[in-house]
């Protein structure tokens, strides 16, 4: 097996190999104006770290949200680019489970992502494997009750010490702690999502409601 995970859900542009046992090579670099200008090249470096060609890859996995439309897009379609190009299968983890992930806490804890217009993209976990909601967007105000007591890791939680009073690292995803994840599910028949983005609420940019037609019909 040679994974090949990316991830642009955050503004963290982060690509890592996993062999199946371990972490070959992997980057990041957070540029949350910058993902399609920063993937490829990052894709390329972390192939050559490795001594390896992208044709040796037999899988992609790819996280897909929740994040912002754009960036979101980015890892998504080169993802699946990669998948058609090669010939292998592109599975889909939430972007949050990566995080959770990488956390490697003990015990219920929170992550939460920037979701930006004042509100986070957020789940709770029983631990770095196993999360007990469904991903969610909300102003942190309003899941003050639900997250109280909780440790919670990402940006998102950071942003907003007073309603995640036990805010800390992981700041943002890491595409070694998603190939990880996805190696460990793969050996284990667990299940993935499809390669299809998950962005919990409409795109920033929407046409004008009093848009008018000025082709020639």
Known sequence: MLLLAVDTATPAVTVALHDGTSVLAAESQVDARRHGELLLPAVDRVLAVAGLALDAVTDVVVGVGPGPYTGLRVGLVTALTFGSALGVPVRGLCTLDGLAYGAEAEGPFVVAT???????????????RTRLTEPAVDRPADIADQVAGLPAVGAGALLY??????ARGPEHQSAAALASLAAERLASGGEFLPPLP???????????????VVTPK
Do not use: H, S
């Open 114 to 128: 920037d979701a930006r217009r004042k509100e986070v993209y957020w789940a709770r976990y029983a631990d770095a």
């Open 161 to 166: 010490p007073g309603v995640f009073a036990d």
């Open 198 to 212: 998950l962005y919990l609420r409409r795109p920033d940019a929407q046409v004008p409601k009093n848009y008018k």
